[in-house]
């Protein structure tokens, strides 16, 4: 999560007289990229995923499965192995690395060097995590264990939660009620942007989930585990004041939110129109996504009644002042801002015929009106220009005093600064300083899977979606409006089932563009099994990987265009979305990654080990296979000492914990969670 600098971090007071200085010479380095870089041309698809851990440390005798807080000596230990591994192999390129994340019991991987579009690199991703996660196991205490975890049950409830403990009322940064300020790594950028957060703010965060209420649950619901009545911070009134609503887990601090795991894929596009286009495309694929990876349906120490991640991030980086959330009158020049840094994507951003930017951004995303013009005047489009601008009505949050004076044509510090605190859905990157990295796109949505396999079967699902929206020139634009509408039904409980989501009705650009097959097909059964050859765009036999540089083709003469933008969409169901609708046209995600897996020439054995991957995102469209969300929600239910009353009691905690671990070693079967036939089997390190 963003650049590590070492240096002196500046206060609040100090950094706000900076913020314009940053600004202005983020550009100017964005400018500088967009010259040198604009037309640059032929890169190939490397893409890479980052998945992020938390280590636990458990005490079997007090049965409690703490956080445990040694990130730093952790980290130190891996980068050593790694770095004598890469030594006597002389290859540092296959050697995983290891990254500081937010919370101090917390890593984050990527492997060695990117993958490519070779099928067998595609194949590699799964192992290449395993490895990365029996790296990091084997070189923990004999009690901590690595978790692909997204939230952590407990953080922030009552008792100990962290080895070693600290006391709450320590909390510098945060002021939080619950978390001590041992709970943030402590490198100077995490302190500081917590605290610059809740003073630019003005306040702290608060976050409220809604609470599951069970059978047993008192109503209503004043959590006794927050200190109402504390006068330690001078923030410390705002929960009785009404930051803290009733039936609700109250969360008050960064930590909560950046303390979460995810999974992110990041592909380099063949050029910064490519990579438009593929942002633009996997804007409405986000909330699905989010769905369906669910994965984090507890929260200090109580069950919620969502299943995901997202609000609580959203809210717990939300620096916004009062005035710019719209309670209380706007100054001269100042911004209402609708959304927190850390949201779902506002603007479409390609230029490419399909993308009706006056129809499809269709929600306030208020942008700085002389960063736009400076950005046109340069010759920058005007998509462009608005979505850079748009991100650059955010305040700078950490500086360093050393770092303030930059070269602006070597360097891209400050451009990062602003870009890489706007943690949207998905993140267009333009090339790094000095690298012969090309334009990027990061897929930010999933929660993290709880085993390998999944992670694995969801980044390759996302892969091949990629491949195939570019190799079937696919139209998937509704408005902005419905994808934060999705995103917002994404989150809550079971939406997978429960919930419809808005979704294009004609995915193909033109009646003729649609292959053959699709019409014919029978939703949720695999085109390829038909084998219908399928001709588009001019692509015809067989690829030997998945490639970059799709052409463009302009817009068909029988371009399907809809009377108004409200009859390209519908709601429907996930199963339909990925399965396809009977008695339409659309085939269904899933069905178009077959499509497009049939355009490849892909060994039997290789093409069967996807189809094990593509199942598991069939199986928990359709129901068969729950989320993670719902089956630990599950777990804690059916726990014999859980009582009904919304609580994970420390040791239902400890005992998910070691039930989630033996999944993930393949020692405990969790049939209504994976595939029967899965096993984990960890490498040899
Ligand atoms: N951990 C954050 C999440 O769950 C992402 C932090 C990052 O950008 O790496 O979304
Ligand atoms: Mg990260």
Not at 189 to 200: D, E, S
Not at 644 to 667: P, T
Request: net charge negative.
């Amino acid at each position: 999560m963003g650049l590590l600098y070492l240096g002196t971090p500046l206060t609040w007071d100090e950094t706000k007289p900076y913020a314009d200085h940053v600004r202005t010479h983020g550009i100017t380095q964005f400018l500088h990229i967009w010259d040198r870089l604009k037309d640059r041309h032929g890169d190939e698809l490397l893409w890479g995923d980052e998945v992020e851990y938390m280590v636990a440390a458990f005490d079997d005798q007090d049965k409690n499965a703490k956080l445990s807080l040694r990130q730093t000596e952790i980290l130190a230990k891996l980068q050593a192995i790694t770095d004598d591994i890469a030594d006597t192999r002389g290859d540092s390129q296959s050697v995983p690395t290891f990254h500081p994340e937010y919370g101090r019991f917390m890593l984050e991987s990527t492997p060695g060097a990117p993958y490519t579009g070779e099928i067998r690199d595609l194949l590699s991703v799964e192992s290449d995590m395993r490895h990365r996660r029996a790296l990091a196991r084997k070189h923990l205490k004999d009690n901590e264990i690595p978790f692909t975890m997204t939230s952590y049950p407990r953080l922030g409830a009552p008792g100990v939660f962290t080895e070693p403990h600290y006391d709450p009322e320590d909390a510098e940064s945060s002021h939080s009620f619950f978390l001590p300020e041992e709970i943030t790594n402590p490198h100077a950028r995490f302190p500081t942007l917590t605290a610059n957060i809740r003073r630019r703010r003005g306040a702290k965060v608060a976050i409220n989930l809604p609470l599951f209420i069970d059978s047993r649950t008192p109503r209503p619901f004043v959590d006794p585990t927050i200190p109402w009545q504390r006068t330690l911070y001078p923030e410390d009134p705002e929960a009785k004041q009404g930051a803290a609503l009733i039936d609700h887990i109250y969360m008050d601090a960064m930590g909560f939110g950046m303390g979460c795991s995810c999974l992110q894929l990041t592909f380099q596009a063949c050029n910064i129109n490519e990579a438009r286009r593929l942002y633009d495309a996997l804007i409405p694929i986000a909330p699905l996504m989010l769905a369906l990876t669910a994965a984090s349906p507890l929260w200090r120490g109580y069950i919620a009644n969502v299943d995901c991640r997202w609000d609580v991030i959203s809210g717990c980086v939300d620096d916004r002042t009062e005035e710019e959330r719209g309670l209380k009158p706007l100054k001269e020049g100042r911004f209402k801002i609708p959304k927190s840094r850390y949201d779902s994507v506002s603007l479409y951003i390609s230029e490419y015929w399909m993308n009706r930017p006056k129809d499809y951004n269709d929600i306030d995303a208020p942008h700085d009106p002389a960063i736009f013009d400076r950005l046109r005047e340069h010759g920058v489009d005007e998509l462009l220009s608005r979505h850079i601008a748009h991100l650059f009505i955010r305040d700078p949050l950490v500086i360093f005093s050393e770092t303030i004076h930059q070269d602006d044509t070597v360097s891209t510090d400050h451009f990062e600064n602003i870009q890489s605190t706007n943690w949207q859905t998905l993140r267009f990157k333009p090339p790094p300083a000095g690298s012969s990295i090309g334009w990027r796109v990061e897929f930010r949505p999933m929660e993290v899977q709880l085993t390998d396999f999944e992670n694995a079967a969801f980044a390759c699902f996302i892969v091949l979606l990629s491949r195939a929206i570019l190799h079937f020139n696919l139209n998937l634009y509704i408005p902005i409006s419905k994808v934060d509408e999705n995103m917002a039904r994404a989150q809550t409980r079971d939406a997978v089932r429960a919930q419809r989501f808005y979704f294009r009705k004609e995915v193909f650009p033109s009646a003729s563009s649609a292959p053959s097959s699709c019409a014919s097909s029978t939703p949720g059964s695999p085109i390829s099994e038909h084998g219908n050859p399928i001709v588009v765009n001019g692509v015809n036999g067989k690829e030997k990987k998945l490639r970059n540089c799709f052409p463009l083709p302009p817009m068909p003469d029988d371009a399907v265009i809809a009377k108004t933008v409200a009859d390209e969409y519908e709601e429907m169901t996930m199963e339909e979305i990925m399965n396809g609708k009977t008695g339409t046209t659309f085939p269904g995600l899933l069905n178009l990654v077959y499509m497009y897996l049939d355009t490849l020439d892909i060994e039997p054995a290789a093409l069967a080990r996807i189809e094990d991957y593509l199942d598991l995102v069939r199986r928990r469209t359709d129901g068969r296979l729950q989320t993670a969300a719902s089956w630990i929600r599950e777990f804690v239910r059916s726990h014999p000492k859980y009582e009904f009353d919304s609580v994970v009691s420390k040791e239902v905690n400890h005992d998910l914990m070691v039930a989630i671990d033996e999944i993930e070693r393949g020692l405990r079967d969790a049939p209504d969670l994976l595939p029967a036939n899965h096993r984990a089997k960890s490498p040899k390190v």
